[in-house]
């Protein structure tokens, strides 16, 4: 929550700078309201400790009683928080509130989705890096909110060899040898493999996890096969609703999927005011 709350004033910084000058020309300080954050559609909610945590930071008295929980499937016309305080405070948070709770709610939704349709398999449903910048710890954090896992965070944390490093290093083999030398003993390496004949490399490489780039799923099972256990494996790429289910039933561990944060399409969720008092 430190983090956030960090991300948060920031966020905040960028869009108020030196003052909402629309709400505070209209709204008087002492002006209260009342109101209600309500699902305009159906979907897995999100984020809803960041909500709080933006009114908070604006204005410590406001108070979000929150109706329903981050994982929860949610309807159309469904309340998720109440809302009461300045009204200044409210209107100025509104905006950002409701941009982050629509975004992870989204991503939670697309990955309970998914996850759903996985079937058939002992696959989990794994984000990327494929990460809006700035916002890589609450996106991945809804993945995990819609059911989903987290690949490796960031750069620092676990070796993926590319087909790119492969081209550089000069092969597979030299690749993993060079990652060993270099890499942490804790770090696990991940190599990226188009072909059966890459399979083969990085399992004589002995590589940790071996990833399917663009294969079909029926190559993937015949992949799975190869491997026997001697890696974990991991699907990507051109992974769509209409394929994952033959994705996961072809044995693999592990499905990753870059659209579940970087093309998701926000859930629609928005903010009523009902009551407004004078102090």
Do not use: W
């Amino acid at each position: 929550m430190f983090v956030a709350r960090r991300l948060i004033e920031n966020f905040l910084l960028e869009d108020i700078s030196f003052g909402d000058i629309t709400t505070n020309s209209i709204v008087r300080e002492d002006v209260d309201s009342e109101g209600y954050i309500i699902s305009r559609e159906k979907g897995v909610v999100a984020g809803l400790p960041l909500v709080e945590t933006v009114f908070q930071i604006l204005d410590p008295k406001i108070s979000c009683r929150m109706l329903v929980q981050d994982g929860q499937v949610i309807e159309p016309g469904m309340v998720l928080v109440e809302i009461a305080g300045q009204a200044r405070a409210i209107l100025t948070g509104e905006r950002l509130a409701l941009n982050l709770l629509q975004h992870l709610s989204g991503i939670a939704t697309r990955t309970a989705r998914l996850v759903e349709l996985a079937t058939g398999g002992k696959a989990h449903i794994v984000d990327t890096r494929k990460t809006t910048p700035g916002l890589r710890i609450i996106e991945k954090y809804a993945v995990r909110v819609g059911g989903g896992y987290s690949h490796r965070f960031g750069l620092f944390d676990a070796v993926l060899i590319k087909d790119n490093h492969i081209k550089i290093a000069g092969g597979i083999k030299p690749a993993v040898e060079a990652a060993r030398r270099g890499a942490p003993h804790t770090a696990r390496i991940e190599v990226e493999v188009e072909d059966f004949a890459g399979v083969r490399e990085a399992l004589a490489a002995r590589a940790d996890i071996i990833m399917l780039d663009n294969m079909a799923p029926l190559e993937m099972a015949q992949a799975v096969d190869m491997i026997d256990g001697r890696a974990l494996v991991e699907a990507s790429g051109g992974i769509t609703e209409e394929n994952i289910g033959a994705v996961a039933r072809s044995g693999v561990d592990l499905i990753s999927v870059g659209a579940l944060t970087h093309s998701v399409r926000s859930l629609d969720i928005g903010l009523d005011l009902k009551e407004i008092k004078r102090r």
